[in-house]
């Protein structure tokens, strides 16, 4: 298996993990479940969120010589990826009524759809 094959699997299998666990802590803050005070709720979201961004950005600079003259779709992830993080963080952590915190769930949820929409195909 040649090494962009193992980069881009390691990558994939990180943003199901992200996108698993932050459904579950979506679904957890809905049914204000004691589970989101968790230690490690609270700490592999970021572990594992961390790793999707360093191999994310280690395939575009290994495998696309400089990402952000030539790869427009990339741009268009990390706008993507930038957007779902602040609505992430409305949803699970700012909003200050559940209703806020839905909506921003929903709307993380889309973005999620559009940045892996944007992978696949290649297009902004």
Known sequence: ????????????????????????RGVWMLYDSPLLRRRWVRMLPHAIDALVLASGLYLAAVFYEFPLTYHPW??????????????????????????????????????????????ITKMA
């Open 74 to 119: 990339i741009i268009a992830k990390l706008i993507g990826l930038l957007a779902y993080v602040v609505l992430g963080t409305v949803a699970l952590k700012r909003g200050r009524t559940k209703r806020v915190r839905g909506a921003a769930f929903v709307g993380s949820l889309v973005l999620f759809g559009y940045i892996v929409f944007v992978a």
């Open 1 to 24: 298996m040649s090494a962009y094959m193992v980069a881009k699997s390691l990558h994939i299998t990180l943003v199901t993990a992200t996108f698993l666990s932050f459904t579950a």
